[in-house]
């Protein structure tokens, strides 16, 4: 490769990362004049959900790039909303301790019940990770006294009861931040380690990695962010149900990853908000969006099989082929 080849690679990668930023910054800058656009506190909510239920995706997808599918991401979620909110009932402990304590929780337990299941791998690993969230359910609501059993918990204290605005931009700035992080931990030293051990462990192994402390790690940092939502919502909604975070829950998480693309970052990102948004503009088709939501992973398996990620790169390329 000569001088000039490398000047001109240089260049173009100079000039992607500068549309990149440039995308990123109008877009953060039309996220946060989004509520100046909306006046109606019903899709006020629904941003918000969306913004909660982006850090769960994108912390399940952190998680996945080290070779596991973690069926029991969702009850983790739970883990984290139902610590902030017995704390919150029975300790009157303030919201900003509770949302941390939550946080930790799901990381702690979720690090010590990786260690038993990290020499497991593919279906095994998702068998076990999907009776691990039932389990973690029934534990839930076992103590009545502290839970509210299945009825569900009520009597959480709102950060912001009198303002979803304001809601909304700590819920954004909360969802910036897991990003950034998520986003830092994927591209560094670590998250490479864990996408070669995905690869292959035992190329991984033969050089040296230690597979074990790896996969743990991984659903350690994908369970503190899944608490760290979790918190978030049950300081949002201040009333909790065991329901919200069963196997089916965890399901539409990975929907969410699969449709926008599970190979990318951005993947669950434009998943989330898709699967979310869109089918509340057809609330009167709410009996339909099980099918709808079908439907639409069957057209993505079919036609973009590394999901919507990759739609503007095949709209390029069908353009090309046409010229």
């Known amino acids: 490769m000569t001088m000039d080849d490398r000047v001109s690679q240089g260049r173009m990668r100079i000039r992607t990362r500068g549309k990149s930023a440039a995308a990123m910054t109008a877009l953060l800058l039309i996220v946060c004049l989004l509520p100046l656009f909306i006046d109606n506190p019903y899709w006020m909510h629904i941003i918000i959900l969306t913004l909660i239920y982006i ?31 017995t704390a919150s009932t029975l300790l009157e402990w303030p919201p900003w301790l509770t949302i941390l304590l939550g946080a930790v929780s799901a990381a702690v337990l979720g690090g010590l019940t990786a260690y038993p299941f990290a020499r497991l791998r593919a279906l095994y690993y998702a068998l076990a990770s999907l009776f691990l969230g039932m389990a973690i359910n029934y534990a839930i609501i076992a103590p009545r006294q502290w839970t509210g059993g299945r009825p569900g918990l009520s009597g959480i204290s709102a950060l912001f009861p009198d303002s ?99 190979t990318s970052f951005a993947g669950p990102i434009i998943g989330t908000a898709l699967l979310i948004i869109v089918p509340e503009a057809f609330r009167e088709l709410r009996d339909l969006v099980p099918y709808i939501s079908a439907g639409i992973l069957l057209l993505v398996v079919y036609l973009m099989p590394q999901g919507l990620v990759s739609l503007p790169r095949l709209v390029k390329s069908w353009f090309r082929d046409r010229a």
């Open 55 to 85: 850090i769960v995706a994108v912390s399940f997808r952190a998680i996945a790039i080290s070779g596991q599918l973690p069926l029991a991401h969702a009850a983790f979620m739970g883990v984290g909303a139902y610590v902030a909110g």
């Open 164 to 262: 979803r605005i304001l809601f909304y931009f700590l819920c954004l700035a909360l969802t910036l931040f897991s990003l950034i992080a998520l986003y830092r931990f994927e591209h560094s030293r670590i998250g490479t380690t864990m996408k070669a051990i995905a690869q292959s462990h035992l190329v991984a192994g033969s050089v040296g990695i230690n597979e074990l402390f790896y996969r743990i790690l991984a659903v350690v940092v994908g369970c503190f962010f899944s608490g760290l939502a979790g918190a978030i919502y049950a300081h949002y909604n201040t009333v909790l149900s065991y329901t919200s975070f069963n196997l089916m829950a965890t399901l539409w998480i990975v929907l969410y990853v699969l449709v926008g693309g599970i």
